[in-house]
């Protein structure tokens, strides 16, 4: 094993352990209080989820290395609380839509499911029972606002992840999501009535409209959904209810390295980020909003390290804009987490020896440690998924219930628990 492969497995090895220890006090100490307290007393009021699609632990490591160094950390490692989480649908490797139903509607399914179990019956989401709490819902995304992730965790139930526009329609008519930041202009429209975005773009002629509901932008509109399509008119957009469409498909472009290739959405994530917090806070019973960037597995699958960090390191601002929210709101509970590892990553030293040839797993790098002239290099095995656990990390009430080992349907058990939810 090469030498920073070592030590940023054992550092960050470290950290989680320190904190697991720490997260174990927390809960300890959050269920004797709790025995003494109110129901109230130990209730979160918001809940913010951080989703780092493809996010495991050598991403995470790598994301730091480049935009922190060796002597400082990610916003999203600095929190009391860890949790190792198991990743499996009921297959060994999961997809993004499994472990999303997993994490949101807390069961084990078949990979492509959407909110549904292996026998394809719908299972309520934690989104679906905060807006039956009377709190405010919303889904921020790099992907497509219906890709597998944010369809998931924004209470759809299809029995295949495709079914895009029927996600975007369950999203209108049954969850009634409040808030809805992201790419996948393409689902809301009707084949030929192109929207902002032009259809058959140059960057990529297959991404044009291909809706099978209707025109769901209308329908957004005439529900009193507040709709923008850029940067700009987020800014200043206003009232509780906000539908923003910034791409036809994911907000970046996904291909091999220097095949046009790039990472720059339209609207950056901390900005959909900032902007869903400051409409979910208006609700004064409080908010559940999901935050995802897609880049980190998107580019991680075609093993391009340099655009992964980067989706990553707006990942960590973001990460950022939500715990300063939640020191001002105590009552906030925040946690970080991969719904599984992307690519198979390694963190090498820098030599000659690339031990996995010159294919799409070749090494990638060399990149600079940030704040000093070290050098490291990202070493891939795969462009697909991987079956590894993910690290976890949280803060707020009810966070201590994420320490420890566990499945990935204990988040949603957390969740629920944390805001005292009911079905």
């Given at each position: 094993?090469?030498?920073?492969?070592?030590?940023?497995?054992?550092?960050?090895?470290?950290?989680?352990?320190?904190?697991?220890?720490?997260?174990?006090?927390?809960?300890?100490?959050?269920?004797?209080?709790?025995?003494?307290?109110?129901?109230?007393?130990?209730?979160?009021?918001?809940?913010?989820?951080?989703?780092?699609?493809?996010?495991?632990?050598?991403?995470?490591?790598?994301?730091?290395?480049?935009?922190?160094?060796?002597?400082?950390?990610?916003?999203?490692?600095?929190?009391?609380?860890?949790?190792?989480?198991?990743?499996?649908?009921?297959?060994?490797?999961?997809?993004?839509?499994?472990?999303?139903?997993?994490?949101?509607?807390?069961?084990?399914?078949?990979?492509?499911?959407?909110?549904?179990?292996?026998?394809?019956?719908?299972?309520?989401?934690?989104?679906?029972?905060?807006?039956?709490?009377?709190?405010?819902?919303?889904?921020?995304?790099?992907?497509?606002?219906?890709?597998?992730?944010?369809?998931?965790?924004?209470?759809?139930?299809?029995?295949?992840?495709?079914?895009?526009?029927?996600?975007?329609?369950?999203?209108?008519?049954?969850?009634?999501?409040?808030?809805?930041?992201?790419?996948?202009?393409?689902?809301?429209?009707?084949?030929?009535?192109?929207?902002?975005?032009?259809?058959?773009?140059?960057?990529?002629?297959?991404?044009?409209?291909?809706?099978?509901?209707?025109?769901?932008?209308?329908?957004?509109?005439?529900?009193?959904?507040?709709?923008?399509?850029?940067?700009?008119?987020?800014?200043?957009?206003?009232?509780?209810?906000?539908?923003?469409?910034?791409?036809?498909?994911?907000?970046?472009?996904?291909?091999?390295?220097?095949?046009?290739?790039?990472?720059?959405?339209?609207?950056?994530?901390?900005?959909?980020?900032?902007?869903?917090?400051?409409?979910?806070?208006?609700?004064?019973?409080?908010?559940?909003?999901?935050?995802?960037?897609?880049?980190?597995?998107?580019?991680?699958?075609?093993?391009?390290?340099?655009?992964?960090?980067?989706?990553?390191?707006?990942?960590?601002?973001?990460?950022?804009?939500?715990?300063d929210y939640a020191k001002k709101h105590k009552d906030t509970l925040v946690l970080v987490v991969g719904d599984h590892e992307c690519g198979g990553l390694t963190i090498e030293e820098v030599n000659n020896n690339d031990e996995s040839g010159d294919g799409i797993s070749k090494e990638d790098g060399p990149f600079t440690v940030a704040h000093s002239k070290e050098k490291f290099i990202l070493d891939w095995t795969t462009n697909s998924h991987g079956g590894q656990p993910v690290p976890l990390t949280a803060m707020g009430p009810g966070s201590g219930a994420?320490?420890?080992?566990?499945?990935?349907?204990?988040?949603?058990?957390?969740?629920?628990?944390?805001?005292?939810?009911?079905?």
């Amino acid at each position: 094993m090469k030498k920073y492969t070592k030590w940023a497995a054992g550092a960050l090895s470290l950290t989680l352990l320190s904190s697991l220890s720490m997260g174990q006090t927390i809960e300890a100490k959050e269920a004797k209080h709790h025995k003494k307290a109110t129901p109230s007393a130990a209730v979160a009021k918001n809940v913010i989820v951080f989703i780092g699609d493809g996010m495991g632990m050598s991403h995470r490591e790598a994301i730091r290395l480049a935009y922190k160094g060796m002597n400082d950390d990610l916003e999203m490692n600095k929190m009391p609380v860890a949790g190792i989480v198991h990743t499996h649908s009921t297959a060994p490797v999961t997809d993004s839509a499994a472990a999303a139903t997993a994490m949101s509607n807390g069961v084990k399914t078949y990979n492509g499911a959407i909110g549904v179990d292996v026998n394809k019956k719908p299972v309520t989401s934690v989104l679906e029972m905060a807006k039956k709490a009377g709190k405010a819902t919303g889904l921020v995304t790099t992907s497509q606002i219906t890709d597998a992730t944010p369809a998931a965790f924004g209470g759809a139930h299809v029995e295949n992840r495709k079914e895009q526009s029927k996600i975007a329609n369950q999203f209108l008519t049954k969850s009634k999501v409040d808030v809805m930041l992201g790419g996948g202009e393409d689902y809301w429209y009707p084949a030929g009535k192109k929207g902002a975005f032009a259809d058959h773009p140059a960057k990529d002629q297959e991404e044009a409209s291909k809706g099978t509901e209707g025109n769901l932008v209308n329908k957004a509109k005439k529900m009193g959904y507040n709709y923008v399509t850029s940067d700009k008119e987020l800014k200043k957009a206003k009232g509780s209810k906000l539908l923003g469409l910034f791409a036809n498909e994911e907000m970046f472009e996904q291909r091999p390295e220097g095949q046009g290739d790039e990472y720059k959405p339209v609207v950056p994530l901390p900005a959909m980020t900032k902007k869903a917090l400051d409409t979910l806070s208006q609700n004064k019973k409080g908010f559940f909003l999901m935050v995802e960037e897609e880049g980190i597995d998107e580019m991680a699958h075609e093993n391009n390290g340099k655009l992964m960090m980067k989706a990553g390191s707006k990942l960590d601002q973001s990460v950022k804009i939500a715990k300063d929210y939640a020191k001002k709101h105590k009552d906030t509970l925040v946690l970080v987490v991969g719904d599984h590892e992307c690519g198979g990553l390694t963190i090498e030293e820098v030599n000659n020896n690339d031990e996995s040839g010159d294919g799409i797993s070749k090494e990638d790098g060399p990149f600079t440690v940030a704040h000093s002239k070290e050098k490291f290099i990202l070493d891939w095995t795969t462009n697909s998924h991987g079956g590894q656990p993910v690290p976890l990390t949280a803060m707020g009430p009810g966070s201590g219930a994420l320490a420890g080992v566990y499945e990935n349907t204990n988040i949603h058990k957390a969740i629920k628990q944390a805001l005292h939810l009911k079905k």
